[in-house]
């Protein structure tokens, strides 16, 4: 193994692995620390946790259980994914699993320094003189200061990440990553000499993670979105490849799980139900009163699959979603929406469902695991940082699964129907 990964959810996961793999590495996804070998071989594994809402300590423990898995299998550098919108709760995962990883590694030469970057701007991700954009708008600016769980109000990373952190943060500007490899490296000790242990870096162009990537040779540990993955495999030696992609072939019904109550997926549910294509909404409020809301959702779906892909959601406008919190309470109106979600889902599958799109970080990661997914073989792109994926389970014996897990924000807004035309 050459690039260990470890990711703090499951979306997130194969955003990162999706680019991994569009660079030409053959890319594991495991659910979870593995509890058994690998069913292929891979040149870089990613090992997708839930904690990006947990408290920090547990998820600094999951973390370093990742970190020492990876470490036993021999892999030379370290990547910890976070999304690239940087969200976290005020106390971290980010800051504190990015020292702890940094403690581990200390007997490593250099694991005293890393970088930080969020940058994808393939999915209009740009960090500028410190500040995250979301397409021509401030982190804060952008919806993400409305998020159930992870509201973002500060787009200065610096200023963000510094109160996580006990290291001194800095910044490596797009002046200096516009003049390459060599002017980074420089910068990199200026900062190392200044006491900083963790620099965010800007970049407003996929050009700007190409040139990052040459400079991060040999760093111990690299956090970042999956932006900064398209600049890594070149250090390996490993050039792109439709070979890395190779899916089997897809068969079975085709359905689509949504959580995500994020901007994007909102107008991929509007989408999927303006062009005539069966939708059924999951109502929070009927599942605390406790109608059986997965079985009213099961038999909707049971006569309309072999007409084509359907569309089960709990995605709501953000008062809604407010509402619902403030009747509830944020984390058990969360948690409630995942366990209907993820029997929908199990119950899909039980139908024929072979292929499957699963919407929210969240949502996929309660899915996955209710699936008894354990590892994923990362295949072809559908939109920037969502690719299919390939899974064998107990839940879809023999041929197993077809599955995308998309981030809330990520998609256009026909992703819902396009994503089954990729494996046509």
């Known amino acids: 193994m050459k690039l260990g990964c470890i990711a703090d959810d499951f979306t997130g996961a194969t955003d990162l692995a999706n680019n991994l793999v569009r660079a ?20 870089a594994v990613v090992v997708a946790l839930k904690t990006r809402t ?3 300590n547990e998820a600094i423990e999951e973390s370093l259980a990742a970190l020492r898995w990876l470490q036993a299998q021999g892999a030379q550098q370290i990547y910890f994914k976070y999304c690239s919108t940087f969200d976290s709760t005020a106390q971290g995962n980010i800051g504190p699993v990015t020292e702890a990883l940094m403690d581990a590694l200390a007997k490593e ?26 397409g021509d708008v401030l982190l804060n600016e952008s919806g993400m200061q409305n998020h159930p769980l992870t509201p973002m109000t500060d787009a200065n990373l610096v200023r963000f990440l510094q109160t996580q952190c006990r290291r001194s943060v800095g910044l490596i500007d797009y002046k200096v990553v516009a003049q390459g490899e060599t002017a980074i490296r420089e910068r990199i000790a200026e900062l190392r000499a200044q006491g ?13 993670l190409l040139r990052l990537g040459p400079a991060l040779k040999g760093m111990p540990l690299v956090t970042a979105g999956s932006g900064v993955a398209i600049g890594l495999p070149a250090n390996f030696g490993i050039a792109p ?43 929070a409020l009927q599942v605390a009163a406790g109608v059986d809301v997965t079985q009213q959702a099961l038999a909707w ?40 979600l993820a029997a929908i889902a199990r119950g899909l599958v039980a139908l024929g469902v072979r292929q499957l799109v699963l919407a929210g970080g969240e949502t996929a990661g309660a899915c996955v695991q209710a699936l008894n997914i354990t590892q994923m073989k990362i295949g072809p792109q559908i939109d920037p940082g969502v690719p299919w994926c390939h899974a064998q389970t107990g839940a879809a014996i023999p041929d197993g699964l077809h599955l995308t897990l998309k ?15 990729r494996l046509a």
């Not at 900083?196 to 700007?208: E, L, P, R, Y």
């Not at 407010?322 to 209907?340: I, N, S």
């Open 24 to 43: 030409g590495m053959r890319v594991v996804q495991a659910m979870g620390v593995p509890m058994q070998p690998l069913d292929s071989d891979a040149d």
């Open 54 to 56: 947990l408290p920090a």
């Open 109 to 134: 030469p250099g694991s005293d320094f890393t970088i930080a970057t969020p940058a994808f701007p393939d999915n209009q991700r740009t960090v500028f003189k410190g500040h995250l954009f979301v």
């Open 196 to 208: 900083v242990g963790v620099a965010v870096v800007d970049a407003i162009s996929n050009d700007d």
């Open 241 to 283: 490849s439709n070979t890395a992609s190779a899916l089997p072939t897809a068969t079975g019904l085709q359905a689509v799980v949504s959580g995500s109550c994020s901007l994007a997926t909102n107008r991929q549910v509007m989408a999927f139900i303006k062009s005539s294509q069966p939708a059924f909404s999951v109502d």
């Open 301 to 340: 779906a049971a006569p309309l699959l072999a007409k084509g892909p359907v569309l089960i959601y709990s995605t709501a406008q953000a008062n809604t979603v407010k509402m619902v919190q403030g009747q509830l309470g944020v984390e058990e109106a969360g948690a409630m929406l995942e366990r209907t």
């Open 407 to 421: 981030s809330g924000n990520f998609g256009t807004d026909d992703f819902f129907s396009k994503a089954f035309t």
